[in-house]
């Protein structure tokens, strides 16, 4: 079963026992400290080299990031795993780099909340496998985090543009809602006018 769904470190140290116990088949001599001590080497291995990994990977997420126009893309291509960027819109929601709003973030996903001397900059969503909130924290500072404000920004600039195009076009629906009721109030008017004017020509008439 821990060959089968479990980590890595899991199926290596299965993959030890089951050594072990094929050993201990063949050879009286295989004691149990033994396999213990194997299993326990294997397991310090995989989580120092999968410490070693993570660290590689912010170091690349770091300098992609620095250099990249889309932080998301960059840091979903250094880290090898899909990552989601909401930049905090100061008094409004959380947009993605284009200005659109997000949903919420969907359940099981780590959620890691970068925050800059001016307030909450952006919000971080993936699984994030290896990798610590801190240790990602400690990675994006300095020019990565400046980056992630500078998208911030950019981010702010196209959803107030967007509130800003959503508001004109409200506006002018009103103005020609009021402008064709204006119309149909004259049209209407002159003719009730015409009308009686045309009654009293034939009163007089008569």
């Known amino acids: 079963i821990l060959f089968l769904r479990g980590s890595l470190t899991h199926r290596l140290a299965a993959l030890a026992l089951c050594a072990c116990a094929l050993l201990g088949a063949t050879s009286d001599r295989i004691e149990a400290s033994v396999c213990a001590a194997l299993?326990?080497?294997?397991?310090?291995?995989?989580?120092?080299?999968?410490?070693?990994?993570?660290?590689?990977?912010?170091?690349e997420a770091t300098l992609a990031l620095a250099a990249s126009v889309d932080p998301q893309e960059a840091l979903t291509t250094a880290l090898g795993q899909q990552v989601v960027i909401g930049y905090q819109i100061k008094g409004g929601p959380l947009v993605d780099r284009v200005g659109k709003q997000l949903p919420p973030a969907a359940p099981g996903l780590e959620v890691v909340h970068i925050n800059g001397a001016s307030g909450a900059i952006a919000e971080l969503r993936g699984e994030l496998s290896g990798l610590s909130p801190a240790a990602l924290l400690r990675a994006l500072q300095g020019p990565p985090r400046l980056a992630l404000e500078n998208s911030r920004l950019a981010a702010e600039a196209s959803f107030r543009a967007a509130e800003v195009r959503a508001s004109s076009e409200r506006l002018v629906t009103v103005a020609e809602a009021g402008r064709r009721a204006l119309e149909r109030d004259l049209h209407d008017g002159a003719q009730r006018h015409v009308l009686n004017l045309g009654l009293a020509v034939r009163a007089e008439s008569r």
């Open 39 to 59: 299993v326990a080497e294997v397991v310090v291995a995989v989580a120092l080299l999968r410490a070693r990994t993570a660290g590689a990977r912010l170091s």
